[in-house]
C-alpha cells in the first residue's frame, strides 16, 4: 500500500470535520445526515461537474476563475445549474458562514444532472434538478507533501482526445484518472504521470505538471490535460516576472533530467515532484530556487486576490 501521507492530497486529521454543515440542494446539513437520492445522475453515471476552492482569511481564492470553468463546462454539457454566479457563492458563503470557517478550508462545489425517475442513462430521465451538494472542510496539507516531495510514476493510461471525454471537463466522471491512479499505486507511487496520446509528458491524474530546466520553466500545451487554475496563474506569474515558462510538448528523457518538478493545484499549490519511475529528480528532491520563487510569487497572488 502507498504511504498515506505522500498522496497529493493528504491533509492533516482535523477534528473539526467531524461536525461539518454540508449544503444540500439549499439545505444545511451535519455530515452524518448530508446525502443525495441512489438516483443522482452523478451517483448513477458520474454525470455532473464539480471545483475545488480553498479559503483563505475568509476569502475563496481566484473564485471567478472557478466560477468561470463550472459555468463553461455546465453549458457545454446543457447541465442548467439553475442559479445564477451571483447566488450559488452567496450559498457558497452561507455554508461557509453557518460552519464558522475563515482559513485553510477546502470546498468540493458539485453541480450534478439531479434525480432521474429510471436508472437509465438518458439526459432527459433527470427530471428533479441540478443536485448542488457543497462540501466544505478544515484543510492543511501535511509538511511532508513538501519536505519529501511526490513520487511520480508514469502510467500505461494515457490523457483523451478531446472529442471522446475533454479532459477540461472537471466531470463527476474522473474514471480515467482513477484508473491512472491505481496504476501509479500498484507500481509503488503516489501519483501517475500521464502522457498523451503521442507519448508526450501530460499531466498527473490529479494535478498540473511542471518541470525546470537549466532556469525554465515547461509544461505541457495545456491540450489534453485540465485546465487548471493553479497551472494558468503559475504560467501568468512567470511571465509577469521574468521567469522563462514555455507550454511545450517534451518527452519522458527531458522529465527525468529536469533540475526540479512540481505538480500544481488548488489543494497543494506547488508540490516538489522527488523521483519520476524510480529517478530522483534534480540534486535536491524535485527542489530548487525556481519552485521557490514561484511558491513565494503564488503566495503573494493569493493574498492579494484574498485582502
Ligand atoms: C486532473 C486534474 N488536473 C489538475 C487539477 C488542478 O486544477 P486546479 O489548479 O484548478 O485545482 C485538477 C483539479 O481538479 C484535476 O482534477
Known sequence: MHDQE????????????????????????????AKVSVYDSGFMLGDGMWEGLRLYNGKWAFLDDHMDRLYEACKAVALDIGLDRETLVAELERTREANGMETDVHCRLMVTRGVKVRPFQHPSLSRTGPTIVMILEHSKPVDALQKKGIRLATVPQVRGLPMSQDAKYNSHSKLNCVIACLQAEQAGADEGLMLDPHG????????????????????????????????????????????????????????????EAFLTGTFGAQTPVAEIDGRPIGPDGGRGPVLTRIRELYKAAVAEDTA
Do not use: Q
Not at 505522500?6 to 467531524?18: G, I, M, Q, V
Open 200 to 259: 508526450f509528458v501530460n499531466t498527473t491524474n490529479a494535478c498540473n505538471f511542471f518541470i525546470v530546466r537549466k532556469g525554465e520553466v515547461w509544461t505541457s500545451t495545456g491540450d489534453y490535460c485540465m485546465n487548471g487554475v493553479t497551472r494558468r496563474k503559475v504560467i501568468d506569474l512567470c511571465r509577469a516576472n521574468d521567469i522563462p515558462v514555455f507550454e511545450k510538448n517534451y518527452s519522458l528523457v527531458e522529465a527525468y533530467g529536469a533540475d
Open 6 to 33: 505522500t498522496t497529493t492530497h493528504s491533509a492533516e486529521d482535523d477534528p473539526r470535520n467531524r461536525d461539518i454543515l454540508i449544503y444540500v440542494d439549499g439545505e444545511l446539513k451535519h455530515r452524518d445526515e
